[in-house]
Nanobody, 127 residues
Framework: QVQLQESGGGSVQAGGSLRLSCLIS????????VGWFRQAPEKEREGVAA???????RYAESVKGRFTISQDSAKNTLYLPMNSLKPEDTAMYYC?????????????????????WGQGTQVTVSS
């Protein structure tokens, strides 16, 4: 069974950087979507960044230019370097995968697209 495990969260001051990692066991060679989501207290889980099956990426407007999603199949790992962090980035961050990748119409930044989730890693940004 495929499992996702996030790491790299922590506490930083505004303007700082963190890099989140997500180890995906049994890296699936079949097509898949992968993404990062976050959930702040009393807020809905929101999509942050994702990679489509063709390698194209999509970002939430709030993180464009600051966060960069990437994957390394040799290391079975998904990354999310985060720069210029703001207090409003404070949340639990989750990685997600849609395996096998669904066809048809889908929204890469919608949690309903994904069928596998990690346990999350906390990011706290202080002002």
């Amino acid at each position: 069974q495929v499992q996702l495990q996030e790491s790299g969260g922590g506490s930083v001051q505004a303007g700082g950087s963190l890099r989140l990692s997500c180890l995906i066991s049994l890296w699936i060679r079949s097509t898949k979507h992968v993404g990062w989501f976050r959930q702040a207290p009393e807020k809905e889980r929101e999509g942050v960044a994702a990679i489509d099956t063709d390698g194209s990426t999509r970002y939430a407007e709030s993180v464009k230019g600051r966060f960069t999603i990437s994957q390394d199949s040799a290391k079975n790992t998904l990354y999310l370097p985060m720069n210029s962090l703001k207090p409003e980035d404070t949340a639990m961050y989750y990685c997600a995968a849609d395996v096998p990748a669904r066809g048809g119409t889908y929204n890469l930044l919608s949690q309903s697209t994904y069928n596998l989730w990690g346990q999350g890693t906390q990011v706290t940004v202080s002002s």
